[in-house]
Nanobody, 114 residues
Framework: VQLQASGGGLVEPGGSLRLSCAAR????????MGWYRQAPGKQRELVAR???????WYSGTMGRRFTISRDNAQNTVFLQMNSLQPEDTAVYYC?????????WGQGAQVTVSS
């Protein structure tokens, strides 16, 4: 399974970004996809996950500003991020859980700064 993330960039505080992650390869084994992020000097943390059946889970209060969605036909997962703040600055990684294995994308840099 290969994951290709896109949509990162520089945005001002209060702005929005939408990340996309397309899965290729043995996608039939994938049951859950999600997004993690890693800020400078910090550990990677879970942002949100979504199962094949559409069930979603968000870390802490992220669900108030972030929305994870999935297009199963396109094997793509999205993360809509609104009201971004400087503390959201991080590399965002796409993740897919398959049969006994986790897959990772290359990461998308999100920088929130004025």
């Amino acid at each position: 399974v290969q994951l290709q993330a896109s949509g990162g960039g520089l945005v001002e505080p209060g702005g929005s970004l939408r990340l996309s992650c397309a899965a290729r390869g043995s996608i039939g084994e994938i049951h859950t996809m999600g997004w993690y992020r890693q800020a400078p000097g910090k550990q990677r943390e879970l942002v949100a996950r979504i199962r094949n059946d559409g069930d979603r889970w968000y870390s802490g209060t992220m669900g108030r500003r972030f929305t994870i969605s999935r297009d199963n036909a396109q094997n793509t997962v999205f993360l809509q991020m609104n009201s971004l703040q400087p503390e959201d600055t991080a590399v965002y990684y796409c993740n897919a859980d398959g049969t006994g294995q986790a897959y990772w994308g290359q990461g998308a840099q999100v920088t929130v700064s004025s």
